[in-house]
């Protein structure tokens, strides 16, 4: 891969990365099998593991790549590895990156803030403990909320301590997380509204109380995960923050267990500081969208296929 200090920075353009719930099978398929420089990153990533990422990111069925242990390193490893191909290629860095849940540990690799190989072990790992705490909590779902306003849903989770509101993802699409009971009760306080429900494809409940035994472990982890300041700024998905500290990572990433994803506190600080460039790594089209109902006037690309990546780098 090209080296960084090498790499021409794109004014105003955000690199982005997916989370759970994104995960389908070929996700990063098409670069692996035209790029060498990708195929040698999945050899990598494999190295810190006893499972075969690209297997997992191309030949799992959706129901085994949904689980937490399968689908944490498989995101992290199609996001990184489309992006180790596209500097080795093209010569281009971003203003700065971010990612949606899962994706801020992809986010932390792309940024130099911590080994790639150390990343892959430490969300698989978070991905047996969110299994292990969905197992002793649970069981748990997921609810995206649309059509009414953030401060509505939260009041609606407020009297409950099994559920709670898991990310903010839009101006009027609010996900919430919890026990079975918890999200049906929140549907029944909600009733009397406009809005409309929709489950989520996901292993667990995420971002939520069913997730807090889960919360110490994470924090050993990061605790002992060899970090250095991040060469390329970081938007935090819990505080909407621009950082490079490693601290900042360990606290906010191990706060992200049961605490709410903050993805339009994202975008709002990305347009505060001038962004209007968006690239999407793959799996692609979640964040996109999401990012169009918060900053409209964005110019938001997807790579799905190397004739994209030609598209927007070339």
């Known amino acids: 891969m090209m080296d960084t200090d090498e790499a021409t920075t794109r004014t105003d353009t955000a690199f982005v990365f997916p989370g759970q719930g994104s995960q389908r099978p070929g996700m990063g398929q098409e670069f692996y099998d035209a790029w060498p420089e990708t195929r040698a990153t999945f050899d990598d990533l494999d190295s810190a593991l006893e499972i075969d990422l690209s297997d997992r990111c191309f030949r799992d069925e959706l129901e085994e790549l949904t689980r937490p242990r399968n689908a944490q390193p498989a995101l992290l490893a199609a996001g990184y590895a489309t992006y180790a191909g596209i500097t080795s290629r093209f010569g281009v860095e971003p203003t700065y990156v971010a990612g949606h849940s899962l994706g801020h540990f992809t986010s932390l690799a792309v940024a130099g803030a911590a080994s790639p190989t150390d990343l892959v072990d430490v969300v698989r790992r978070r991905g047996t403990f969110m299994e292990r705490a969905e197992r002793d909590a649970g069981p748990g779902t997921m609810m995206a909320v649309l059509l009414v306003d953030r401060a509505t849903v ?161």
Request: charged share 25%; glycine share 6%; hydrophobic share 40%.
């Open 154 to 314: 939260a009041d609606a989770c407020s009297d409950r301590d099994d559920v709670g509101v898991a990310l903010y993802n839009g101006p009027r699409q609010t996900v919430v997380s919890g026990t079975l009971e918890g999200i049906e009760a929140v549907r029944n306080a909600l009733d009397d509204t406009d809005a409309r429900f929709r489950e989520l494809e996901v292993g667990a409940a995420f971002h939520s109380p069913v997730m807090a035994s889960a919360v110490d472990p994470v924090e050993d982890v990061m605790a002992s995960l060899s970090m250095r300041e991040a060469s390329i700024p970081i938007v935090s998905d819990v505080s909407g923050a621009v950082y490079t500290d490693p601290d900042v990572a360990r606290r906010d990433l191990t706060t992200q267990i049961t605490a709410p994803v903050d993805w339009v506190g994202v975008v709002e600080t990305l347009k505060r500081r001038g962004v209007d460039r968006y690239v999407e790594f793959p799996p692609t089209g979640v964040l996109s969208s999401l990012i169009e109902r918060i900053h409209p006037d964005a110019e938001c690309y997807t790579l799905e296929t190397p004739a994209d990546a030609r598209e927007v780098f070339a």
